[in-house]
């Protein structure tokens, strides 16, 4: 508890030093932050931590997926399967894997991306621009399921110039990846299209993909004062399986990409057409007021075969049973107004939209097999379907105030106001041998929410800012969890945050840090009523407990235009469970309960490092190497299974013969470490009577692989 004492007496001090600092004149402040465009942080009355990463830094890392760049960002962690990835912030709901919601908003140019299981699929790695992650519970400014923070991308801008460039690379199991760019600009407008392509073998047995992506970006300038932009990305993607994972620690290591281990994936052969649209308005005021608002359109589509079984009784699965089609759509507004007058500087937000998820499974083969939740054997007949049609209407005002108090001390104030109506509507065509039925059924849930941040920062020199919050986050119940208990509360979380940053010269450089040492409180967590993921009938939710995550993050940047820079993200984290139900864990003959209060969340390591290193051996040609490391973790709520540590280094060379052409190679994991990429633990996988590493889920890196290409602009 040590950790909570020294950040609330921190922030104590922080106001107590405020009364006593003598009024002096102030020059006039302005609210930077927005929840619509990625603008720059303003560090000087930036209250809670954030992180930016650059299109500069994105083009040095050259990513495979976006968890090549959060993991350079202290406090992220990211649970990667072959081309799926799910995001974490300070380990909030790191217990759920499946098909919950992490607590972490992801926007994309101004638009909420509605995530599939808390998997985000929307993601042209080849067209952000830029990433801003901001952490501690967030729900100030993005409402429902901002419980740890959000992930504000932007793609790539317009820019003030005509031409393009061509990008090329190719690497390991079949990598291939390609993509156009064109500008065009004027004094009237200015335009880009980006066209790209990407495939992939993988590394993983049934895990071949490709991604084919178009998107546009035209503004056109109305005055000197507006200009109007409209955005569209398409995306179609096709991913064999999501699996890459095998069953155990031995299965792992004698057989790591799973293939011919007569396991079939649960679902195959996805197939997804992804689409953006948004409008959005600029307005600068002759008194400093600005105006930004964006209309948008997001729908996700995609259709695969799932549940496999044995139909001839020999074994082995042998045939998919089930088609399903899953679409997302959502649509919206949201609107920002930013002014300042004299020592006040405010924002005022709208935020309405609805979300659709529509699901249908159709049954293509009669087959039976045992149910979990019944505890009987179920014969499912071919024809059977269900349609489920979930619906929220959502309705946010926020704003945001910032008052300078003195030249060196300011408060911010924060609050936002939510109301979500959600409804699910359901309707099955079964069979029960004889007779065909129809069953339909709506269910309705409402829910009011009220979320603040309070913080404020003081610059101790020139440039150097202590800052200092409290703030909260929210994730309301599914329609689904609520029918089964009416009296289920929202899921929250409280942040309190303390830290400090500033840049320190040193010799001839200069060197930019933040640290930060916060306490997270979730109160309420929503989870089934006997465990994560305990089969039982009926199956009831339940607020099953409460959590903590505490830790330290520290960041540090060098001067990246000498010859040799840094950087490094370090993250300390402790995540502990601070109530909890009885835990139930389903063995083979047995259902023993399991007092998990104060275990470890699952898959929190309590320490990670990445520490990049660029050096410019000459005007042409520049070296980076990154090495990531993280200290153990646990597989499981119970704690039984521990899962190693590993480190491992990453290099890449770019050589630039001319202005306009480099040329790159990159070799990830150069010592060939095997390491688990991801392990998820939760039932008796082998039926062995016992809960071991022998039932883990595991996703094993690939290890040594590499990739080359260059990019040829115009």
Not at 24 to 40: M, P
Not at 491 to 516: C, H, V, W
Not at 595 to 616: A, C, E
């Amino acid at each position: 508890m040590r950790i909570n004492k020294v950040c609330l007496s921190a922030i104590c001090a922080v106001a107590i030093s405020a009364v006593n600092i003598n009024a002096v004149d102030l020059d006039t402040i302005s609210v930077e932050s927005s929840t619509i465009a990625d603008t720059a942080v303003d560090q000087k009355t930036e209250a809670s931590t954030v992180n930016v990463i650059t299109e500069k830094e994105i083009t040095k890392i050259d990513p495979k997926n976006i968890n090549d760049l959060l993991q350079t960002i202290p406090g992220v962690t990211a649970d990667v399967r072959s081309d799926v990835v799910e995001i974490h912030l300070r380990g909030v709901g790191q217990q759920e894997f499946m098909w919950e919601d992490t607590g972490v908003v992801v926007v994309i140019d101004g638009v909420p991306v509605l995530e599939d299981g808390g998997k985000v699929r929307g993601i042209n790695i080849n067209d952000i621009a830029s990433i801003k992650v901001i952490k501690g519970s967030a729900s100030y400014l993005y409402g429902n399921t901002a419980l740890a923070g959000a992930i504000i991308i932007t793609t790539k801008k317009n820019k003030d110039k005509n031409g393009g460039s061509v990008n090329a690379e190719a690497g390991s199991y079949g990598y291939q990846n390609y993509k156009v760019k064109l500008y065009k600009s004027s004094d009237k407008f200015s335009a880009n299209l980006l066209a790209g392509y990407k495939f992939e073998d993988g590394y993983w047995w049934q895990t071949q993909n490709d991604t084919r992506t178009v998107s546009g970006l035209l503004t056109y300038y109305l005055n000197d004062s507006s200009d109007l932009s409209l955005g569209a990305d398409y995306m179609k993607k096709y991913q064999e399986t999501t699996r890459g994972s095998v069953t155990g620690v031995t299965e792992a290591k004698e057989n790591p990409t799973g293939e011919d281990d007569g396991d079939w994936a649960w679902s195959h052969d996805y197939y997804s057409n992804i689409y953006k649209y948004y409008i959005k308005y600029n307005k600068d005021y002759n008194d400093g007021g600005n105006l930004l608002a964006t209309a948008y359109y997001y729908k996700d589509l995609y259709n695969y075969l799932s549940s496999p079984q044995d139909i001839n009784g020999d074994g082995n699965d042998d045939a998919y049973t089930s088609t399903n089609d899953k679409d997302i759509k959502q649509y919206g507004f949201k609107s920002e107004y930013r002014n300042s007058v004299g020592k006040l500087a405010y924002m005022l937000g709208l935020d309405a939209g609805i979300r659709k998820y529509e699901s249908y499974r159709e049954t293509l083969v009669t087959y039976s097999r045992y149910n979990y939740r019944t505890h009987s054997l179920t014969t499912y007949y071919a024809g059977e379907n269900e349609l489920d049609e979930t619906k929220d209407n959502r309705l946010g005002i926020y704003g945001e105030a910032k008052y300078k108090v003195t030249s060196k001390f300011t408060m911010i104030l924060n609050s936002r106001f939510d109301r979500d109506r959600l409804s699910d509507s359901s309707l099955e065509h079964d069979y029960d041998g004889t007779t065909w039925s129809d069953i339909s059924s709506t269910d309705y849930a409402k829910f009011n929410n009220m979320s603040y941040r309070i913080g404020a920062t003081y610059d101790l020199k020139k440039n150097r800012t202590l800052y200092a919050n409290v703030s909260t986050g929210f994730r309301n119940p599914t329609v689904s969890q609520y029918i089964t208990n009416t009296d289920l509360d929202p899921e929250t979380t409280i942040n309190y945050e303390i830290g400090i940053r500033g840049k320190q010269p040193i010799m001839d450089n200069f060197l930019r840090y933040e640290a930060s040492v916060y306490i997270m409180n979730t109160k309420d967590i929503i989870s089934k009523k006997s465990g994560t993921y305990y089969w039982e009938y009926p199956t009831v939710y339940e607020n099953v407990g409460d959590a903590r995550n505490q830790g330290l993050e520290l960041s540090l940047r060098s001067d990246r235009s000498k010859k040799v820079s840094f950087s490094l993200a370090y993250t300390y984290l402790d995540a502990y469970y601070t109530k909890h139900n009885p835990f139930v864990v389903a063995l083979a003959g047995s259902d023993p309960v399991y007092d998990i209060t104060g275990n470890q969340l699952p898959r929190v390591p309590h320490h990670k490092i990445d520490f990049i290193v660029n050096y410019k051996v000459m005007p042409k040609v520049e070296l980076m190497s990154e090495l990531y490391a993280q200290s153990h973790y646990y597989a499981d709520e119970t704690n039984f299974v521990t899962m190693p540590g590993y480190a491992k280094v990453n290099l890449k060379a770019t050589y630039r013969p001319k202005k306009n052409l480099s040329l790159y190679v990159k070799v990830d994991n150069v010592f060939n470490t095997h390491y688990y990429r991801t392990v998820y633990l939760f039932s008796d996988r082998n039926d062995d009577g016992k809960l071991d590493a022998e039932d883990a889920s595991i996703t094993v890196d690939p290890g040594c692989v590499w990739y080359a290409g260059f990019t040829y602009k115009f």
